[in-house]
């Protein structure tokens, strides 16, 4: 079993930045695929950010120049830079793992955080 907990969000003006965070711990072989999704009141649940193992990464294009996904292999820790926030970016991230639980296993399972919330003020 695999928990990811996420940490960083809160209130912040327009305009501004945050920084989220998201450390997986448990059953852990290895981390492919890891990033942020997030969902806003009556939205469905839209690809904010996700990153490679190898470093690749995709955004959403509402974010694309804006948010900076990055990753830590050592720490299990996959973070999101978020700068010129804008008020429709408020909602829920969560973040996303594919994991790979022991060496012996050909297929990766995926992981949900509990989420947190970001709000974005005009």
């Known amino acids: 079993q695999v928990r990811l907990v996420e940490s960083g969000g809160g209130l912040v003006q327009a305009g501004g930045s945050l920084r989220l965070s998201c450390t997986a711990s448990?059953?852990?072989?290895?981390?492919?695929?890891i990033g942020w999704y997030r969902q806003a009141p009556g939205k469905q649940r839209e690809l904010v950010a996700i990153i490679t193992r190898g470093g690749s990464t995709n955004y959403g294009d509402s974010v694309k120049g804006r948010f900076t996904i990055s990753r830590d292999n050592a720490k299990n820790t996959v973070y999101l830079q978020m700068n010129s926030l804008k008020p429709e970016d408020t909602a829920v991230y969560y973040c996303n793992a594919k994991v790979r639980s022991t060496p012996s296993r050909t297929w990766d399972e995926t992981y949900w955080g509990q989420g947190t919330q970001v709000t974005v003020s005009s």
């Open positions: 448990g059953t852990i072989f290895r981390i492919n695929d």
